[in-house]
């Protein structure tokens, strides 16, 4: 069974950068495509970023673009969120989670099937 674990979130300055890791155990990565999602109290979950299987393919929600990387490293089973100048609307869980392809809709929520539990990102001055 697929597990997927979020790591590296935290309180930040607006501005400042964080990295967040993705790490899966009980199955490889390297045939899924990853997705990042976030979801920030009363609001709806948003498709923040996605990588292909290959990591050929990434896609990033408009509000994200030239400041959110996503990468992966298949050897180490993980896939990377690269968040620079934060700003406190980036104020979220975020979480992962995994699919067959991020080809078609993928910053859509409802074509993953296996979910992390999340990590708390706070952008506060």
């Known amino acids: 069974q697929l597990r997927l674990v979020e790591s590296g979130g935290g309180l930040v300055q607006p501005g400042e950068s964080l990295r967040l890791s993705c790490r899966a155990s009980g199955s490889t990565l390297d045939s899924l495509a990853i997705g990042w999602f976030r979801q920030a109290p009363g609001k709806e979950r948003e498709g923040v970023s996605c990588?292909?299987?290959?990591?050929?393919?990434?896609k990033y929600a408009d509000s994200v673009k030239g400041r959110f990387t996503i990468s992966r490293d298949n050897t180490k089973n993980t896939v990377y969120l690269q968040m620079n100048s934060l700003k406190p609307e980036d104020t979220s869980i975020y979480y992962c989670?995994?699919?067959?392809?991020?080809?078609?809709?993928?910053?859509?929520?409802?074509?993953?099937?296996?979910w992390g539990q999340g990590t708390q990102v706070t952008v506060s001055s």
């Open positions: 989670a995994a699919a067959t392809t991020c080809l078609y809709r993928g910053l859509s929520s409802d074509r993953y099937d296996y």
């Open positions: 990588i292909s299987s290959s990591g050929v393919v990434t």
